[in-house]
C-alpha cells in the first residue's frame, strides 16, 4: 500500500489562563498514510446519520492516538469513525466539519 502522503494529527489539549478560563493548545505531528474515497455505501450510511464523509485515509496504528482533527492537504477534516485493519493498519474515515 502506497503511504506517499502526509497526514497531520492534531491533539488538542486545554490550559487554564490567569482568569481561569480554558484555553485550547494544539500539537501536532506529520505521519505518512494512503488516501482515498470513501465507499457509496459508506457515504450512503454516514449521510443517514447527518454526516458528510470525504475522505479515508489509512496509515499505520502506532501512529494514531485517538486524535479527532486532522489536516490533509491544508483541509481540516473531523474524524467521525476509525477502523482497525488488519498488519497494524487503521482506517480514519473523515468528513469537512465547520468549526473544525
Known sequence: MDKSNVLTLIS?????D?????????????VFCSVSGVSAAEWFK?????????YR???FA???DGQT???LD??????YRTYLAKNEQ???????????
Open 12 to 16: 488538542i489539549t486545554y490550559e487554564t
Open 18 to 30: 490567569s482568569i481561569g478560563q480554558k484555553i485550547p493548545v494544539e500539537s501536532a505531528v506529520d
Open 46 to 54: 454516514a449521510g443517514e446519520a447527518g454526516l458528510r464523509p470525504a
Open 57 to 59: 485515509v489509512t496509515l
Open 62 to 64: 502506532p501512529d494514531y
Open 69 to 71: 482533527v486532522v489536516m
Open 74 to 79: 491544508g483541509v481540516r477534516y473531523a474524524v
Open 90 to 100: 487503521i482506517e480514519l474515515y473523515l468528513e469537512k466539519q465547520v468549526g473544525v
